[in-house]
Protein backbone atom coordinates (compact mmCIF):
# COMPACT_ATOMS: atom_id res chain seq x y z
CA UNK A 1 0.00 0.00 0.00
CA UNK A 2 1.59 3.29 -0.88
CA UNK A 3 2.12 6.06 1.77
CA UNK A 4 -0.70 8.35 -0.16
CA UNK A 5 -3.29 7.58 2.47
CA UNK A 6 -3.28 11.28 4.07
CA UNK A 7 -3.32 12.73 0.84
CA UNK A 8 -6.15 10.61 -0.16
CA UNK A 9 -7.96 11.57 3.03
CA UNK A 10 -7.63 14.94 2.41
CA UNK A 11 -8.44 14.94 -1.22
CA UNK A 12 -11.98 13.35 -0.58
CA UNK A 13 -12.43 15.28 2.60
CA UNK A 14 -12.21 18.74 0.37
CA UNK A 15 -13.74 16.91 -2.53
CA UNK A 16 -16.90 16.07 -0.39
CA UNK A 17 -17.18 19.74 1.52
CA UNK A 18 -17.10 21.50 -2.57
CA UNK A 19 -20.33 19.02 -3.03
CA UNK A 20 -22.02 19.49 0.25
CA UNK A 21 -21.30 15.63 0.79
CA UNK A 22 -19.42 16.24 3.77
CA UNK A 23 -22.05 17.13 6.57
CA UNK A 24 -20.65 14.71 8.87
CA UNK A 25 -22.41 14.91 11.88
CA UNK A 26 -25.69 13.15 13.93
CA UNK A 27 -28.28 14.46 11.22
CA UNK A 28 -26.37 12.42 8.76
CA UNK A 29 -29.17 10.29 7.17
CA UNK A 30 -28.58 6.55 6.16
CA UNK A 31 -28.27 7.49 2.27
CA UNK A 32 -26.16 10.51 2.93
CA UNK A 33 -23.49 8.08 5.05
CA UNK A 34 -23.85 5.50 2.47
CA UNK A 35 -23.10 8.20 -0.85
CA UNK A 36 -20.28 8.81 1.50
CA UNK A 37 -18.49 5.40 1.88
CA UNK A 38 -19.02 4.96 -1.32
CA UNK A 39 -17.16 7.86 -2.16
CA UNK A 40 -14.75 6.65 -0.16
CA UNK A 41 -14.03 2.79 -1.02
CA UNK A 42 -14.06 3.84 -4.70
CA UNK A 43 -10.90 5.89 -3.95
CA UNK A 44 -9.63 2.79 -1.91
CA UNK A 45 -10.24 -0.15 -3.56
CA UNK A 46 -11.46 1.49 -7.33
CA UNK A 47 -14.54 -0.80 -8.96
CA UNK A 48 -13.80 -3.77 -7.07
CA UNK A 49 -16.18 -5.51 -5.75
CA UNK A 50 -17.24 -5.98 -2.13
CA UNK A 51 -19.36 -8.37 -0.28
CA UNK A 52 -21.37 -8.16 2.65
CA UNK A 53 -19.10 -10.20 4.85
CA UNK A 54 -20.12 -10.18 8.96
CA UNK A 55 -18.82 -13.88 8.88
CA UNK A 56 -15.65 -12.59 7.29
CA UNK A 57 -15.19 -9.85 10.11
CA UNK A 58 -16.78 -8.69 12.41
CA UNK A 59 -16.22 -4.91 14.64
CA UNK A 60 -16.86 -4.61 18.17
CA UNK A 61 -16.68 -0.31 18.85
CA UNK A 62 -18.27 1.67 21.54
CA UNK A 63 -21.95 2.92 19.85
CA UNK A 64 -20.74 6.25 22.26
CA UNK A 65 -17.03 7.04 22.67
CA UNK A 66 -15.70 7.60 26.21
CA UNK A 67 -13.09 9.55 24.69
CA UNK A 68 -12.99 9.90 20.95
CA UNK A 69 -9.17 10.52 20.66
CA UNK A 70 -8.99 6.68 22.10
CA UNK A 71 -11.69 4.37 20.46
CA UNK A 72 -11.00 1.20 21.23
CA UNK A 73 -11.55 -0.90 18.25
CA UNK A 74 -11.74 -5.16 17.54
CA UNK A 75 -11.49 -6.43 14.54
CA UNK A 76 -12.33 -10.14 14.71
CA UNK A 77 -12.20 -12.72 11.93
CA UNK A 78 -13.73 -16.03 12.45
CA UNK A 79 -12.50 -17.61 8.83
CA UNK A 80 -8.73 -16.69 9.63
CA UNK A 81 -6.89 -18.62 7.39
CA UNK A 82 -8.54 -17.47 4.42
CA UNK A 83 -7.42 -13.93 5.64
CA UNK A 84 -4.42 -12.03 3.50
CA UNK A 85 -4.91 -8.58 4.11
CA UNK A 86 -7.83 -6.11 6.02
CA UNK A 87 -8.42 -2.62 6.09
CA UNK A 88 -10.01 0.10 8.66
CA UNK A 89 -12.07 2.96 7.25
CA UNK A 90 -13.56 5.92 9.48
CA UNK A 91 -15.82 7.10 6.61
CA UNK A 92 -15.89 10.12 8.14
CA UNK A 93 -12.50 11.55 9.26
CA UNK A 94 -10.51 14.10 7.55
CA UNK A 95 -8.34 11.24 6.19
CA UNK A 96 -10.81 8.28 6.40
CA UNK A 97 -8.16 5.09 5.78
CA UNK A 98 -7.09 4.57 9.49
CA UNK A 99 -4.80 1.33 8.47
CA UNK A 100 -4.26 -1.41 6.63
CA UNK A 101 -2.59 -4.43 7.56
CA UNK A 102 -0.86 -7.11 5.51
CA UNK A 103 -0.24 -10.31 6.98
CA UNK A 104 2.76 -12.60 6.53
CA UNK A 105 3.08 -16.45 6.99
CA UNK A 106 3.88 -16.11 10.97
CA UNK A 107 0.57 -14.35 11.72
CA UNK A 108 -2.64 -15.96 13.10
CA UNK A 109 -5.27 -13.10 11.71
CA UNK A 110 -7.91 -13.84 13.74
CA UNK A 111 -8.36 -10.98 15.74
CA UNK A 112 -6.83 -7.19 15.55
CA UNK A 113 -7.29 -4.76 18.30
CA UNK A 114 -6.26 -0.87 18.24
CA UNK A 115 -7.05 2.73 19.51
CA UNK A 116 -7.98 5.15 17.14
CA UNK A 117 -9.23 8.80 16.88
CA UNK A 118 -13.08 9.74 15.49
CA UNK A 119 -13.87 13.22 14.42
CA UNK A 120 -17.62 12.96 14.34
CA UNK A 121 -20.21 11.14 14.18
CA UNK A 122 -19.33 8.07 11.49
CA UNK A 123 -20.06 4.72 9.91
CA UNK A 124 -17.06 2.67 10.46
CA UNK A 125 -15.49 -0.04 8.11
CA UNK A 126 -13.77 -3.11 7.84
CA UNK A 127 -13.02 -4.65 4.88
CA UNK A 128 -10.95 -8.10 4.25
CA UNK A 129 -9.03 -9.13 1.38
CA UNK A 130 -8.84 -13.03 1.69
CA UNK A 131 -6.25 -14.85 -0.34
CA UNK A 132 -8.26 -15.59 -3.34
CA UNK A 133 -8.36 -11.86 -4.14
CA UNK A 134 -11.94 -11.39 -2.97
CA UNK A 135 -13.84 -8.76 -0.52
CA UNK A 136 -15.87 -8.45 1.92
CA UNK A 137 -17.06 -5.64 4.97
CA UNK A 138 -19.09 -4.82 7.81
CA UNK A 139 -19.78 -1.90 9.27
CA UNK A 140 -20.46 -0.12 12.65
CA UNK A 141 -21.97 3.07 13.64
CA UNK A 142 -20.11 5.29 16.37
CA UNK A 143 -20.81 7.99 17.88
CA UNK A 144 -17.89 10.49 18.71
CA UNK A 145 -16.78 14.01 18.19
CA UNK A 146 -13.63 16.11 18.02
CA UNK A 147 -11.04 13.03 18.35
CA UNK A 148 -9.03 14.43 15.44
CA UNK A 149 -8.33 17.73 16.90
CA UNK A 150 -8.42 16.25 20.77
CA UNK A 151 -5.19 17.68 22.51
CA UNK A 152 -2.75 16.09 24.14
CA UNK A 153 -2.63 18.13 27.45
CA UNK A 154 1.16 18.17 27.44
CA UNK A 155 3.25 20.73 25.47
CA UNK A 156 4.88 18.92 21.80
CA UNK A 157 8.26 18.64 23.61
CA UNK A 158 7.06 16.38 26.03
CA UNK A 159 4.77 14.52 24.01
CA UNK A 160 7.68 13.53 21.94
CA UNK A 161 9.78 12.57 24.41
CA UNK A 162 11.01 9.16 23.79
CA UNK A 163 9.57 8.95 20.92
CA UNK A 164 10.06 5.71 19.26
CA UNK A 165 10.46 3.71 22.25
CA UNK A 166 8.64 0.18 22.63
CA UNK A 167 7.12 -2.50 24.75
CA UNK A 168 5.85 -5.56 24.05
CA UNK A 169 3.34 -7.76 26.08
CA UNK A 170 2.48 -11.65 25.67
CA UNK A 171 -0.79 -13.60 27.12
CA UNK A 172 -1.32 -16.44 28.22
CA UNK A 173 1.54 -19.77 28.36
CA UNK A 174 2.74 -20.96 24.96
CA UNK A 175 1.80 -24.14 23.55
CA UNK A 176 2.71 -26.04 20.48
CA UNK A 177 0.91 -25.50 17.36
CA UNK A 178 -1.08 -22.32 18.98
CA UNK A 179 -0.71 -18.74 18.25
CA UNK A 180 0.59 -16.68 21.13
CA UNK A 181 -1.04 -13.32 21.77
CA UNK A 182 0.80 -10.08 22.45
CA UNK A 183 0.64 -6.63 22.90
CA UNK A 184 2.81 -3.76 21.09
CA UNK A 185 3.36 -0.22 22.77
CA UNK A 186 4.60 2.28 20.93
CA UNK A 187 5.62 5.46 22.18
CA UNK A 188 4.60 8.49 19.68
CA UNK A 189 2.04 11.33 19.52
CA UNK A 190 0.79 10.35 16.10
CA UNK A 191 0.35 14.51 15.64
CA UNK A 192 -3.04 14.62 13.29
CA UNK A 193 -2.22 18.15 12.01
CA UNK A 194 -5.28 19.55 13.50
CA UNK A 195 -4.19 19.89 17.22
CA UNK A 196 -3.39 23.14 18.72
CA UNK A 197 -0.66 24.02 20.37
CA UNK A 198 -1.90 25.41 24.24
CA UNK A 199 1.24 27.67 24.41
CA UNK A 200 1.78 28.83 21.20
CA UNK A 201 -1.93 28.23 19.73
CA UNK A 202 -0.22 27.22 16.63
CA UNK A 203 -1.45 23.94 14.72
CA UNK A 204 1.49 21.05 15.22
CA UNK A 205 2.27 19.44 12.14
CA UNK A 206 1.36 16.40 11.42
CA UNK A 207 3.83 13.76 12.87
CA UNK A 208 2.37 10.15 12.93
CA UNK A 209 3.76 6.59 11.98
CA UNK A 210 3.08 5.52 8.52
CA UNK A 211 5.11 1.94 8.42
CA UNK A 212 5.61 -0.22 10.91
CA UNK A 213 6.65 -3.87 10.23
CA UNK A 214 6.56 -6.99 12.98
CA UNK A 215 8.12 -10.37 12.35
CA UNK A 216 9.59 -13.67 14.05
CA UNK A 217 12.47 -14.63 13.33
CA UNK A 218 12.84 -14.35 9.04
CA UNK A 219 8.96 -14.69 8.45
CA UNK A 220 6.29 -11.60 8.63
CA UNK A 221 3.74 -11.53 11.07
CA UNK A 222 2.30 -8.32 10.15
CA UNK A 223 2.64 -4.60 7.66
CA UNK A 224 0.94 -1.81 8.92
CA UNK A 225 0.10 1.55 6.71
CA UNK A 226 -1.13 3.69 9.24
CA UNK A 227 -2.12 7.22 9.59
CA UNK A 228 -3.57 10.36 11.56
CA UNK A 229 -6.43 8.30 12.29
CA UNK A 230 -4.34 6.09 14.94
CA UNK A 231 -4.13 7.68 18.20
CA UNK A 232 -1.17 8.75 19.97
CA UNK A 233 0.86 6.41 21.42
CA UNK A 234 -0.44 3.16 19.24
CA UNK A 235 -1.04 0.20 20.99
CA UNK A 236 -1.71 -3.31 18.77
CA UNK A 237 -2.76 -6.45 20.09
CA UNK A 238 -2.22 -9.49 17.71
CA UNK A 239 -1.51 -13.05 17.34
CA UNK A 240 1.44 -14.87 15.84
CA UNK A 241 2.43 -18.58 15.46
CA UNK A 242 5.65 -19.22 17.34
CA UNK A 243 6.72 -21.90 14.98
CA UNK A 244 10.73 -21.68 14.28
CA UNK A 245 13.11 -19.03 15.90
CA UNK A 246 12.38 -16.06 17.07
CA UNK A 247 12.86 -13.11 18.62
CA UNK A 248 10.37 -10.68 17.77
CA UNK A 249 11.69 -7.58 15.61
CA UNK A 250 9.55 -4.70 15.27
CA UNK A 251 10.38 -1.81 12.73
CA UNK A 252 8.79 2.14 12.61
CA UNK A 253 8.79 4.80 10.89
CA UNK A 254 6.62 8.01 10.97
CA UNK A 255 5.83 10.47 7.80
CA UNK A 256 8.90 12.63 9.13
CA UNK A 257 11.23 10.16 8.55
CA UNK A 258 11.90 9.43 11.66
CA UNK A 259 13.30 5.44 11.93
CA UNK A 260 12.99 3.00 14.89
CA UNK A 261 14.02 -0.77 15.80
CA UNK A 262 13.70 -2.83 18.79
CA UNK A 263 13.15 -7.04 19.57
CA UNK A 264 11.53 -8.78 21.80
CA UNK A 265 12.47 -12.36 23.28
CA UNK A 266 9.48 -14.46 22.36
CA UNK A 267 8.01 -17.05 24.38
CA UNK A 268 8.68 -20.30 23.21
CA UNK A 269 6.32 -23.58 23.39
CA UNK A 270 7.35 -26.47 25.50
CA UNK A 271 7.57 -29.76 23.36
Known amino acids: MKNWILALGLTLSAAAL ?39 VKIDAPARALDAALVPITLT ?51 VETKDGKLFESAKFVKASGGCSAPMGMSDEEAMKGMGEMRMKFGGE ?24 QITRDYTPARYINKLDVSYGDKLIFHLDGDISIASNPVINFAF ?13 DNQDGHWEQTFNAPSPSN
Open 77 to 127: MPEKDKVKALSFVIDDNPSPYAAHFTFGPAADPGEIKLRVRVNNYTNVHAV
Open 174 to 197: PAPGKPVEATLMVRHPNFSGMQMN
Open 241 to 253: LPEGKGPIKVVAS
Open 18 to 56: STGQARAGATDSDEERAARWKEVKTSIFGDRAIEPGENV
